[in-house]
């Protein structure tokens, strides 16, 4: 499931760093509507939960311009949240109905995206937000790195164990048909304070792949999201 939320900025403009602006936006809603239910998704034995979250989302930006520190924005910014787990779906959906606004972001309207299912063993897909792979040694990998489909088979296969309890029924085969390197500029708590830099530059990639697998594995990874990082990255969708 994949839900729209359109709004616009106060002052015509976003931090850089968005992507956490974005995640503390769900996470205030998940929080109003159950502590408990909030803090059995971030936390575990009152510390921060290192278990993968089972959404993703991204955001996109009309008549913008990027800055040093912030982004122009002067039209409307679209927001996509996706997840498999309906329940976490239907807070948000009614959480962001309910707000008017938060922060300098000002809402306009809520929608349900229209999902296309599956049916075959192979789908071509478009990024949504761009994928992020990293070796085991925290080292951004290239898309023609000969690891690149081993590391991503690791990734989808421990997005879905965290999800159903189990990993992938079958090996993926990813295929990149029309993939450009994007470097994002991201801000991250405690980055700062440990790396005296305020800024962390990931490198990732966007725009139009192939995947062979499972049937179920593709539909559920669409919604959930591919990659090392999905708070903003790896939100997938059928081309």
């Not at 729209?4 to 968005?18: A, D, E, L, P, V």
């Not at 989302?57 to 311009?65: G, L, N, P, Q, T």
């Not at 990998?141 to 309890?165: H, M, P, T």
């Not at 029924?169 to 440990?194: D, R, W």
Request: proline share 1%; charged share 30%.
């Amino acid at each position: 499931m994949k839900i729209s939320i359109t709004g616009r900025m106060k002052g015509n403009k976003i931090q850089i760093g968005y992507r956490m602006f974005i995640l503390s936006m769900i996470k205030k809603i998940l929080s109003d509507f159950d502590e408990k239910y909030f803090n059995s998704i971030f936390f575990h034995d009152g510390k921060k939960s290192k278990k993968i979250k089972s959404f993703t989302f991204s955001a996109f930006f009309r008549d913008y311009k990027i800055k040093e520190k912030y982004i122009e924005v002067n039209g409307e910014v679209k927001i996509i949240i996706s997840s498999a787990d309906m329940k976490l779906m239907m807070i948000l959906f009614n959480g962001f109905m309910n707000m008017k606004n938060y922060g300098d972001f000002i809402k306009l309207s809520v929608n349900v995206e229209k999902e296309r299912k599956i049916n075959k063993d192979e789908a071509i897909f478009k990024t949504l937000s761009p994928i992020y792979i990293k070796d085991k040694d925290g080292k951004d990998l290239d898309i023609e790195d000969e690891n690149y489909n081993k590391v991503f088979n690791y990734y989808a296969d421990i997005i879905l164990r965290s999800y159903r309890g189990y990993g992938l029924n079958k090996t993926l085969e990813f295929i990149p048909l029309n993939m450009k390197k994007i470097i994002a500029k991201e801000q991250i708590k405690g980055f700062k304070e440990k790396t005296g830099k305020e800024y962390i530059y990931i490198k990732a990639y966007s725009g139009i792949f192939k995947l062979i697998g499972n049937t179920e594995d593709l539909n559920l990874l669409k919604e959930l999201g591919v990659g090392a990082r999905r708070s903003g990255f790896g939100n997938i969708d059928l081309f």
